[in-house]
C-alpha cells in the first residue's frame, strides 16, 4: 500500500499548492505540522530538508521512500497520482 505524507507548517503558500494538487485529484494523504511536533520536524531534519513541504511517498519500506521539498507537480504526478494512495 503507498502513502503519501506532506509535512507542513501554517502559511506555507508551497504546502497548501501541494495539498490543493493532491485533494483536487482525491488522493489520500496525511498532512502533518512541524510547528506542533518536534520529533516530526527532527525526522525531516534527518532527512536533510530544512524547510517545508516535504513530501514522503512511501510503499512500507524506508529503503526505497521517495522524498522531496518543495511544490513539485511533476513528482507529485509521477509517484503519487497515479498510484491508490491511503
Not at 506555507?12 to 482525491?26: F, G, H, V
Not at 527532527?42 to 511544490?71: C, R
Request: net charge negative.
Amino acid at each position: 500500500m503507498t502513502t503519501v505524507t506532506v509535512y507542513t507548517k501554517p502559511n506555507c503558500q508551497p504546502c497548501k499548492a501541494t495539498k490543493r494538487w493532491l485533494d483536487n485529484r482525491e488522493i489520500e494523504y496525511t498532512s502533518v505540522d512541524v510547528t506542533t511536533s518536534p520529533a516530526d520536524l527532527a525526522a525531516i531534519k534527518e532527512l536533510g530538508y530544512e524547510g517545508v513541504p516535504v513530501t514522503i511517498v512511501s510503499n512500507g519500506d524506508p529503503e526505497t521512500d521517495l522524498h522531496w521539498h518543495g511544490f513539485h507537480p511533476d513528482n507529485l504526478a509521477k509517484y503519487a497520482g497515479g498510484k491508490q494512495a491511503a
